[in-house]
Structure formats: C-alpha cells, structure tokens
C-alpha cells in the first residue's frame, strides 16, 4: 500500500499523466479488505471463506468462457487445446458444487451460510457495475451473447405467419429535424413495435460516405439522452425523394420492418405562392433540390452567421435542444432538414410510392402545438415548453398587429354548433352568410333541450335525421360538460359516406372502416399520460342520407372492435360539393397563363370545399389535443410533369387550408392489406 502511494507520487511528477487515472478506490477498499481479514487471527475461519470467493472467480470465469463458445465469438480463440462448451459448463457447475461443499464440511455450526455470502457478494458486484461503471467498452460477453439471441429469434419470426391479432404499429419517422415533439410522439405510438428515424445526406455516395459516421453517431447520442427507444437509419442519395424510397425499401431485417411512415406535411415557399410556378417548369425527376443555405433550422444550437464559415465553430445556446448540434459545418448544409422541404411534386410522388410499398402513411401538422405535458421525454419536454412560452410572449408582444383566424361558423356543417346570442341573430345573419366572415363563436350546447330546438340552431332546411339516441345523447353531453369543462379529446374525425360498415370488405384496406384511424387513437391513450389527460371522441359527418339503422350499425361495429369510445358526435356534411380531380386535371391541361391557376373554376371550389371543413373541424376542437382523420384522397398522375406539379401544388394548398389553426393533426392513409384490428380477440 506503501509502494502504491510511492508510485503514484512519482507519476505525477510525469509530464502528460493524466489525473484520475489510477484506481485509487479501488485499491483503497482492497486494502481495508486485506485488514479486516489478517484481524480475524484464525486461519480456519478465514480460508473456507477466500475459497468461496476463488471458486466464485472460477465459475465466472468459466461461464464467461461458455457464453463465448455458445455465442461463435470469432474472436475468441484460447490456446488450451481442449476448450469446448462443454468443458467451460462442467467448470462453472464443478465450481459452485466445490464452493458449497467445502463451506458446508468445514463450517459446521454456519452450514452454507459463507458460499451464499460469497454469491450475494458477487451479485451486489455485478449489479453496481452495470449500473454504475464508467462508459468503457471492455468487450461485454453479454453483448456477445444477446446478439447471438436476436439473430435467433429474427430467423425464427416468419412475416408469412403473421395475424392481424399480433399486428402493432412499427414507426418509421422522416425526420424533421426541429419538431422534436413529433419524435416523442413516434415513440409512444410504435406500443412495442420497431421505431427507426430516417435521415437523407444529399450528394454524391463516394465522396459523402465516411460523414454518415457522424451523422449515426449525433442520432444515437440523442437518442440515449433523451431516452428515446429507436434505430437511426442514414441514407445518401442524389435527392431528398430517392433518399427517403431507399430508406423505405432497405429499411428493417427480416419480419422486423416498418408498418407505418410518419412524415411532416409540406410546407410551401411563399416565393412560390402561385399554383402554376411548377407548370411552366417542371421538376426534373432526377434533379436534387437546392438545400437550405447553411442549414437553416439549425440555429437552434448554432449561429447562421458563423455556418458559412468553415473555420468557425459552432455557437452553442443554453436550453436548446438539437440532433445535429456538434456536427461538422461542412456536414450540416448536405443532411436534408425534412420531408416538408421537397417540391409538391416529389412530396406527392413520396406518398404514392410509400402506399406502393404497402405501408401505412401518417402526415403530421401543427405538432408544434401539442402539450407538452403530453410529451415523455424530459429533455424535449422542457424543449417544447420553452419554446411554446417564448412563442406566447411573442403572441402578447405582437397582439395589436396579428391577425386573428377567419373562420365563419357553417349552419350547415355542424349539426349543433350555436350558441344562445347566435339564436337571437339566426335571421339576420342567414342573409349576409356569404358577404361577413365572423369570429369562431365558441362551442355551447346549453339550453338545447330537444331535438327540434337542435334543428334549429342547424338552420331550418336541414334534412339531417337525428336519430333520439343521438338526441340523448346531446342532452348527457350538455350535462357532462357543465361538469367537467376541462375535459380532453384525442379525435377522430369519420366521413360515413367513405366506408361500407360491413365487416365482409375488412380485408380491402379500410373500405369497412376507419380501423387504422381508431387502432392508432387507440395505442395512444394506452399510454398512462395521456390516458390520463384525454379521452377518445368520435365525430361522425353523415349526410341527408344517414339513418336509423345505420347509426346502430355503427354502433355495433364499435362494441365489436373493444375501442373505448367516450362521446359519439354526430356533424352534418358540408354542402359545398367537391369538384373531381380528373376535372382540375382537364383545366389545369387547357391553362396557358400559371399565373391564373388561382382563379380556375375547380381549383376555387376545391379549396372551398376543404376551407368549409376547416371551419366546422375548427369550431369543435377547442378541447382537443390530437386529431385524425382520413387524408383525403390523392389526385391522380396524367404523365404529363407539368400539369402534374400544378396539381401537386393545388392539393398541398387544399391540405393547408384543411390543417390551418387546427390542434395537432395525422392524416392517415392505409397501404396494409391485412386489417389492423382483429375481430378473434
């Protein structure tokens, strides 16, 4: 002991020794070990109990060597020449046996009492270093051997065998770099499944290839901070588009790949504001988007001023959270920010080839939004909170010169909507309907006692029948919410005309029923927060067409898929009629000026039709914290670019004005043939 401090004394006279570096706990509690044993004073107590401890230290010893073998470590290679598993067992088990018959023989009056000693020492040992020993890597044996186990397994699942009574949502994200709270939000909806995050580098494969190290390795420091239970996959490609297909197609190992791509919605460049500005040019199919200049949405963690120089580092801020903060500069402006970045045409064609894949698409928007109360992760909940209250301040700073959302209450769309102040000016408004956009009155069904008084307030050419369960039902709905006014929804939004209700066509991709809606509404409230915070409402636009016996059909249906539904919202279907996207195809074709595209006949009644559903979907969300609904359908491709990036453009603004002021949205579309609900269990 002496010596050692000796030693260590003359070490530090050394130039470049490192402080810290020599195990001076360690050898501190050797040597009070040592003491306390040489204090004993009697040989016969001291030597059952030190060969309990060696034969521990051969038994693992042993075990690690078996695990080894077991595992085919290729690099495990002894020299003694009979080395087998079989050898390396009988030592461990011949071990234990010496341990506590040499305990048992000469401790007569103790009998066992020092070899379960020696054990439970031994895996007090073995607990604190798995959870407390530096972040060394020391070549783990039971790395070795869970790899071995994994690849077992993987052999062993067959994806021919599997049932929709075993089906769980297995994520793959496109990340968007800055919306964090989306991340979260994969992870508590994957329930078990496979998550991975797909990241595109944009550039050529030779010369970018080595920089996916440091892309792999700022993704999974993330993840383990943040606690986040996922896969990284990177790809490099000449685009954003094909970057993310690859992903698609290489991502997953055998039965263990993706059901389901999460993705933000596009946001369009108010440069582009036009429809047509991608008509008189189309995108090249092969041609890379220009990046962001220096990669924009990292001034989260760096400095824009200081990205373009390469011999600057990067300004860190306190209280930001960033995936690719420490990356190199040279790196950031090559990694494709998100998804919502591409041109409408690339978005466009991203989402058909994914359903080509058979996989299920979800499309996010406004998930800047969420609570972050609803958020797991610690690190991004405080992420999200800091960034919402800077976000309001700014809101109470600017409220003189922001403009406030124009929504105009429908008398037509929502089946109970007004309030009483709104009943007196029934008349009145009815006549300047089209000419005034009004204030979103707020949603109140007091003093609706009946249904014809319903009626009224829907206006009087309603031809709506409301079921009496329903009329029931609106009269419970006035009393819980005199009761529990801060009660939460996680929505999910039913065009009762887009589904048959009849379990015969369950196998044709959600033709029956909205079954991947309400599974993913469903594997969310699993989680105990938000199972906790919100409840699960459904709102079921029917049209003149809808009738008593359909209701308990729906009904029914709802009791035999076991989904816990709380409310039951009927809501009218707009009146305004949607043109067919084979018509704005045919328009668009005959358009000579981009600049008119606006102002095509069918261009202007599709964004009408999608603004009188905002409108409704707005005035009914007040309480809701998440929302789904079918993403509405894709318009088809007439092989000709140009019309067909003017008609991507369209759809997209429609999309736009369909999310606009909404709470957190996913759009869902279904790509799996096999249901997702199980009617067997």
Known sequence: ???????????????????????????????????????????????????????????????????????GAPNFRPEFKYSSWHLSLFGFVLNIIVMFFVDYIFVIGEKKKKALGAVACMIVVFVYLMYRSPPYVWGDVTQSVIFHQVRKYLLRLDERKMHSKLWRPSVLLLVDNNDFALIDFCNNLKKGGLYVVGTVLTGEFAKYADMTTYIRRQWLEFIEKNNIKAFPQISIAPTARVGYENILLLCGLGAMQPNTVVLPLIRLSSSSSSSSSSSSSPPSKNKSPEPSPVFETYQEGLDANHLNTPTNKPKKHKKKLSVFRDLPVEIQGLVVDSPAEMSP???????????????????????????????????????????????????????????????????EDVLVVKTPKQKKEHSEEEEEEEEEDEEPAELSLQGIESKEEAEHHSGSNSKLNVPDRWQRYWTNLRRTNATQGSSKWVDVWIWADSYSFDFK??????????MLMMQLAHVILLNKVWDKKASLRVFLVVNEHWQPNDDAKFHELIRELRIKVEQVVPVKATSVQKPKWDDVLEELKTCEDPQKIAEMKSVQQMQNYFKSINETMFTLSGQTYLTFFALPKMPPLSQNDAVDAACARVYFECLCTLNKNLPPTAMVATGESMPVISLEI
């Not at 066509?505 to 909205?514: E, S, W, Y």
């Open 1 to 71: 002991f002496f010596f050692f401090f000796l030693k260590l004394k003359k070490k530090k006279k050394k130039k470049g020794t490192k402080k810290g570096d020599e195990p001076r706990r360690a050898v501190l509690f050797t040597w009070v070990v040592a003491q306390l044993l040489c204090l004993i004073g009697r040989v016969n107590t001291i030597a059952p109990l030190a060969t309990a401890f060696f034969c521990v230290s051969y038994a693992t010893v042993n075990l690690s060597c078996f695990f080894l073998q077991v595992s």
């Open 345 to 411: 045409f690339d978005y466009l064609l991203l989402l058909k080839n994914i359903l080509r894949f058979e996989k299920n698409i979800v499309v996010t928007e406004n998930f800047q939004k969420l609570d972050f109360e609803l958020v797991i992760s610690r690190p991004i909940q405080e992420h999200v909170e800091h960034e919402q209250h800077s976000k309001k301040q700014g809101q109470s700073h600017d409220a003189d010169g922001t403009e406030q959302p124009e929504h105009s209450e429908s008398k």
């Open 505 to 514: 066509d369950r196998d044709k991709k959600d033709k029956a029923f909205p």
